[in-house]
């Protein structure tokens, strides 16, 4: 329902539009309080019942250069009353807080998008310093949009003439009124927001007040204004029965690590150093000791690392988060954990590299890294979540295999997915998989003289994972470290003969893990063109499936969650097409590896923007296979 009005003129109510979708963009300096505004709003729009999807973009440095189009900060939301998989590709609403925000954002919007400018920052020197030569706001350059000019600033300062901030702390709230005059707008609820205002500045009870202010004014300027003809209505999304909330990947992802440890009966331990987008986890998972989890903060990646190996070795949920650099620093570790055969979870945030990179920006060109990025023979299952919210149950299925292989596993996920968010339906408990230890807990080889021992590399024969023994249990003593084992007795062997059967034995358990087939969406069975993805170009790709069905084109897609080992049926799923189409965000990686183990031509479709794929361009890719078959069948 919408909200209730929070004031303003009495008489005949405003007409309301009725719309199923809509998408808006918050942008302005990353000091603004975009990424605060676009959250609010999201968070009531999933209190409303809407389905969404979220795009928060912004710079690397903590107060980039005000007013300059690389300090640009913007926040996307796409919601509906239907099932949707990205934040769209083209805002149908800018609201852009000063020049900067408009110019880097304007190529994006497509002809009659409403576009809401903060007059007051469209000074002469603001305007020169992104390189507008005159005011767009009165050249005409505008005229394809619905431009609506409101002074935010000096209307947010008027709204709180009276509170006794200084005009400069005024002046921070016209976030505030921004958001106040969108959800008047959409008739986003209201009460969710001023709560959270109240908590967030509890300390600060007049600051509180004071952005509750703006809010309200900002919604009833809306009300009140001329400017605004129509307010608009989106109803609420059908979606499936249960209990919803918004969750981020990040979030979600620490949801399925106390998930894990709770379903597995494990102490949780994360060692992690911050870095982005990993360290939400880390602040995350600090909040729950009341679960038993233990965070650890170390001093670098490979501390991290190495106490999170420590924990499993004791007989916890060992896990380390990190990037992409900080996988490079934590492969010695992770080759020490495959030879001690401990499971540990190695959780990557990808973003844009090399180095540094584009360290708020996502990609997934972490893939090859995963597979093949230690010395040696070292092989690493590796999982990877498509959505969002798919990021709790790639969790659970990481410490799964961990746990019952004995073995790390890498879980990719990116910056994409890490900041994005949707609604997820939380799941009932016994929903949960189960997660079996199973400690050693007595010996488990006799000697030919008849004695009993424990054998640390006995190995079970179905999983060939070998015994966990948790230190201090007596009879269990045996020894560790990164030296080759002797089969069985875990003794150090330099055996030539050993050796290749070590090797071959651990990527045996890796290639004998149980992971689901791969499944292929192809409604008509008719298809000659298959869309093979990944991670996150699960949404873009689903979202251009559909436009093409929706136009007549025959397209299958499958999606890939596991990446080591791979299902076991996907060769058979590449052959039975004519054309295999990979997009990725990096130069090709998983096509590569398709190409190389199974011999198929899988083409790929890459994009390295530090942004996720459009649907329209990924459409537009399927049509041009579709047709080059068909013209070749003429």
């Not at 000063?98 to 576009?115: E, V």
């Not at 976030?175 to 009460?191: D, E, I, K, V």
């Not at 900080?326 to 030879?339: F, Q």
């Amino acid at each position: 329902m919408p909200a209730a009005p929070l004031g303003g003129r009495q008489g005949p109510a405003k007409p309301i539009r009725r719309l199923d979708r809509v998408i808006i963009r918050f942008a302005g300096d990353s000091g603004d309080g975009m990424q605060l505004t676009g959250d609010r709003f999201t968070s009531e729009t999933a209190s409303f019942g809407n389905d969404l999807s979220t795009l928060p973009n912004f710079p690397a440095e903590i107060r980039a250069p005000a007013g300059t189009l690389p300090g640009v900060s913007s926040f996307q939301l796409h919601f509906a009353d239907h099932d949707i998989l990205t934040p769209g590709d083209a805002p149908n609403v800018l609201v852009a807080m000063n020049p900067a925000a408009l110019k880097a954002n304007i190529g994006d919007l497509p002809r009659g998008a409403d576009i809401i400018v903060n007059t007051d920052e469209f000074t002469k020197r603001a305007l020169a310093k992104v390189g507008y030569a005159a005011d767009p706001l009165a050249d005409g350059s505008l005229e394809a949009f619905h431009l609506h000019k409101v002074p935010l600033t000096s209307l947010t300062v008027e709204a709180l003439k009276e509170s006794g901030l200084a005009r400069k702390d005024a002046e921070r709230a016209k976030n505030m009124f921004a958001l106040g005059l969108l959800s008047w707008l959409y008739h986003r609820p209201t009460h969710g927001t001023e709560k959270f205002l109240r908590q967030k500045f509890a300390k600060k009870p007049a600051i509180a007040e004071a952005n509750i202010k703006a809010f309200r004014a900002g919604w009833n300027f809306g009300e009140t204004t001329e400017d605004f003809a129509v307010s608009y209505e989106v109803p609420p999304a059908a979606l499936a029965p249960g209990t919803y909330r918004n969750i981020s990947g990040n979030l979600a992802l620490s949801y399925g690590l106390i998930a894990a440890s709770q379903r597995s009966g494990l102490p949780l331990f994360l060692g992690s150093y911050p870095i982005t987008p990993a360290s939400d986890i880390l602040h995350e998972l600090s909040r729950h000791k009341n679960f038993g989890v233990r965070t650890f903060q170390a001093e670098d990646e490979i501390a991290g690392i190495g106490a999170a190996l420590g924990a499993a070795f004791g007989g916890a949920l060992g896990v380390t988060t990190t990037s992409g650099p900080g996988v490079a620093l934590k492969s010695e570790t992770v080759g020490l954990a495959v030879s001690l055969e401990l499971p540990l979870l190695v959780v990557d945030i990808q973003r844009g590299g090399p180095s540094t990179g584009l360290p708020t920006k996502t990609e997934q060109a972490d893939l090859l890294q995963a597979m093949f990025g230690r010395n040696g023979e070292a092989p690493v299952p590796i999982v990877a979540p498509a959505t969002p919210a798919e990021c709790f149950d790639a969790a659970l299925e990481a410490a799964r295999i961990a746990v019952t292989y004995r073995t790390p596993v890498l879980l990719l996920s990116d910056g994409y997915l890490a900041n994005g968010s949707e609604p997820w339906r939380i799941p009932q408990v016994d929903e949960l998989p189960a997660i079996t230890p199973d400690f050693a807990d007595g010996p488990n080889h006799v000697l030919e003289d008849g004695s009993e021992v424990f054998w640390p590399y006995q190995r079970d024969p179905q999983t060939l994972a070998r015994p966990w023994a948790v230190p201090g249990t007596p009879g269990l003593e045996h020894r560790i470290g990164g030296i080759e084992k002797q089969d069985g007795t875990g003794n150090i062997s330099y055996d030539p003969a050993n050796h290749d059967f070590m090797v071959r034995t651990r990527q045996a358990k890796i290639d004998g893990i149980a992971v689901p087939p791969a499944v292929v969406d192809d409604p008509s069975g008719e298809a000659r063109v298959l869309v093979l993805g990944w991670g996150s170009t699960y949404g873009p790709i689903t979202a251009a499936v559909r436009r093409v069905r929706a136009d007549g084109g025959v397209v299958a897609q499958a999606h890939l969650r596991n990446l080591n080992p791979f299902p076991a049926n996907l060769g058979a799923v590449l052959k039975g097409y004519d054309k295999v189409i990979v997009p990725e965000m990096n130069l090709g990686q998983l096509a590569l590896l398709l190409r190389a183990k199974y011999l198929v031509d899988a083409q790929s479709y890459n994009q390295v923007r530090g942004l996720p794929f459009k649907a329209a361009q990924l459409a537009d890719v399927l049509w041009a296979a579709i047709g080059t078959l068909e013209e070749n069948d003429v």
